[in-house]
C-alpha cells in the first residue's frame, strides 16, 4: 500500500476542497443550469467507473456533491472490464442502475453504440476540451473525460536510473527475470490497451517473450504500484503515471520512465446508458466530467488536466512533449479481446 500518514491525508483534503471549492462557486453554462433543476429531483447518479483510481474517483465524487447540492454522486469504482461486465449484465437482467458508464477500453463504447445502448448528448463544457479530446464520436453518443497516461516505473532502492529500463524492449531482457510486475487485460482496460499496442508494434511474440521473464500479474495496471512499494518488484509495466508520481509524493522510493518509443494514452470517454435510471444527473455529471471542476479536483491526486485553462499536475512531462501511443477505437473493440485470449493462453491467468 502506498505510505500515506493521516496528517498528509488531512492536509491533501483540506487542499482538496479548497480547489474545489474554487471551481464550486463558478457559473454554470445555460444548459449545465437547466439539467441541475432536473437533477435535483432524481436526488442521485451512479458512476461505473474504471478509468481513475479509487481516491481519485471519490475526490471527483466529492467535487460533484460540492458543485451540485441536492445531487449524490455514487461512486462504483472497478477496473474497466469488470464495471463492463456489470454493465452487460445489468441490460440482460432488464435493469438499470448505472447513470454514467467511463472506461479506459474505447473498444467498450463502439460496441455498446452499435447496440443502440446509449444516449446521445454533448455537454456544452466539451467545447472547453483539449482539442484532441473534443469529439470523439462524431454522433454524440460518447465524450472525453479521461486521459490515462501509462508507462514504466522503477524502484530506486533496487534499481538504479542508469540501469532502469528504458524502452518497452528492454524489459524482455532475461535479466529483469522475476522483477516485473503488470496488470492484467482481463480486468483492466489499459492493460489491454498496453498488450494490444506491444503486439502491434513489436509482432505477435512480444507476449510470449515478456512472459518468459516471469511477471508478477495482478490486476488493475495500478496494482504494479503497490507491488513496487512494497519491494516485491523492481519494475512497474504499464502503470499508470499518476498512480506512480502519486505514490512518490508519499516518499515512496518510485519514479516513471518515458519510454522512448512512447507512452500509451487511453483517451477514454464517458457515455450514458439508455437505461440509466436518473437522465438528466447523468447528463449534469456529463457536464461535470468536461468542466474544469472534475480536472481540478483530480490534480492533486497527479492526474491528466483534459482542459488547458486547468494546468498539469507537478511531475508530468508537458503533453506537446510525449510521444503518445494509441490504438484507434475500432482496432481496440476487435484486438483487445484478441490479445486477452492470448495473454491467458501463455500466462495461464
Not at 100 to 112: A, D, E, I, M
Not at 126 to 136: E, F, Q
Not at 291 to 304: D, H, Q, Y
Request: hydrophobic share 40%; glycine share 8%.
Amino acid at each position: 500500500m502506498f505510505l500515506i500518514d493521516r496528517r498528509q491525508m488531512l492536509a491533501l483534503a483540506a487542499w482538496s476542497a479548497a480547489a474545489t471549492k474554487a471551481w464550486a462557486d463558478t457559473p454554470m453554462n445555460p444548459q449545465e443550469a437547466a439539467l441541475y433543476e432536473a437533477a435535483k429531483r432524481e436526488g442521485e447518479i451512479t458512476w461505473y467507473t474504471g478509468q481513475y483510481s479509487a481516491d481519485a474517483s471519490e475526490a471527483a465524487g466529492r467535487a460533484f456533491n460540492e458543485r451540485y447540492p441536492g445531487v449524490r454522486c455514487n461512486v462504483v469504482r472497478s477496473t474497466s472490464q469488470v464495471a463492463f461486465q456489470r454493465l452487460s449484465q445489468d441490460f440482460r437482467a432488464g435493469v438499470g442502475q448505472c447513470d454514467v458508464f467511463s472506461s479506459t477500453n474505447g473498444g467498450h463504447y463502439v460496441q455498446l453504440k452499435r447496440q443502440n445502448r446509449l444516449v446521445q448528448f454533448r455537454p456544452l463544457n466539451a467545447d472547453g476540451l483539449l482539442p484532441i479530446l473534443r469529439t470523439p464520436d462524431p454522433d454524440n453518443y460518447f465524450q472525453s473525460s479521461f486521459l490515462g497516461i501509462y508507462l514504466m516505473g522503477f524502484n530506486t532502492t533496487l534499481v538504479s536510473e542508469a540501469e532502469a529500463p528504458k524502452s518497452w524492449t528492454d524489459i524482455l531482457d532475461p535479466k529483469w527475470k522475476d522483477k516485473l510486475a503488470v496488470g492484467h487485460p482481463g480486468f483492466s482496460g489499459a492493460i489491454g490497451l498496453w498488450a494490444l499496442q506491444m503486439r502491434t508494434m513489436f509482432g505477435p511474440d512480444y507476449l510470449r517473450r515478456f512472459e518468459r521473464n516471469k511477471p508478477q500479474v495482478g490486476r488493475s495496471s495500478i496494482d504494479p504500484v503497490t507491488m513496487m512499494t512494497a519491494g516485491e518488484r523492481a519494475v512497474g509495466v504499464a502503470v499508470p503515471n499518476a498512480s506512480t508520481l502519486f505514490a512518490a509524493s508519499r516518499g515512496n522510493p518510485l519514479k516513471v520512465i518515458y519510454p522512448t518509443e512512447g507512452v500509451i494514452a487511453a483517451l477514454s470517454p464517458s457515455a450514458i446508458p439508455t437505461n440509466a435510471p436518473h437522465p438528466n444527473a447523468a447528463k449534469l455529471f456529463q457536464e461535470f466530467q468536461t468542466g474544469p471542476a472534475l480536472s481540478t479536483a483530480v490534480r492533486l491526486l497527479f492526474n491528466e488536466s483534459i482542459r488547458p485553462d486547468v494546468a498539469p499536475p507537478e511531475g508530468s512531462r508537458p503533453l506537446d512533449q510525449v510521444t503518445m501511443l494509441a490504438p484507434s477505437l475500432e482496432d481496440a473493440e476487435k484486438g483487445v479481446p484478441e490479445v486477452r485470449e492470448q495473454w491467458r493462453e501463455i500466462f495461464g491467468v
